[in-house]
């Protein structure tokens, strides 16, 4: 049996918000790589940079 992870922003992995290692955390990803994600997605047109700003305030802190 599973346990589901909630999707929070940890207190031990941040670089900036610590918004990427949550999402990571949460699917099972390291926050390398969706960090490494989140600044390629910047190089294409998108609102990415204000996702992230919306995430940073709505996800509670671990």
Known sequence: ???AR???RPRDDRWIAG???GLGRRF???SGV????FVLSC???GP??????VLWVMLPNE
């Open 34 to 37: 969706v960090r490494l994600i």
């Open 6 to 8: 909630r999707l929070a």
């Open 28 to 30: 099972g990803l390291s």
């Open 19 to 21: 918004v990427c290692s």
């Open 1 to 3: 049996m599973t346990v």
């Open 48 to 53: 990415q940079f204000l996702l992230y700003l």
């Open 43 to 45: 190089l294409l047109p």
